[in-house]
């Protein structure tokens, strides 16, 4: 988890209550966790069997969503585990931004 909080204390200068923040739902995913750790030190998403939640892989995420980084492709593939119904709804609606 400390490579997730360097860079984003470091590169995303944010700041440690927001940090916490974005980290928190990743504590309970080790696989999400540890293919966010491979995309911030590569940056670029897994080619060699990648982490596939509810039918999506990081990659094919980040396409859907190209406004996202690693780190909110990553957090979204936890939202596609915890809460699949309205994950697949975002998807759907085409990723809308308020």
Not at 10 to 26: C, D, F, G, M, W
Not at 57 to 82: C, H, Q, S, W
Request: hydrophobic fraction near 35%; aromatic fraction near 8%.
């Amino acid at each position: 988890m400390e490579t997730i909080k360097n860079y984003l204390i470091s590169v995303r200068n944010q700041k440690p209550e927001v940090v916490a923040k974005i980290t928190q739902p990743l504590e309970r995913h080790d696989d999400i966790r540890l293919e966010l750790e491979q995309w911030i030190e590569k940056q670029k998403y897994s080619q060699d069997n990648p982490l596939t939640v509810e039918g999506y892989t990081a990659e094919a995420i980040a396409k859907l969503a190209p406004f996202m980084d690693g780190v909110g492709v990553y957090n979204f593939m936890v939202t596609l585990r915890e809460r699949p119904d309205n994950a697949k709804r975002i998807i759907a609606e085409g990723f809308p931004r308020k």
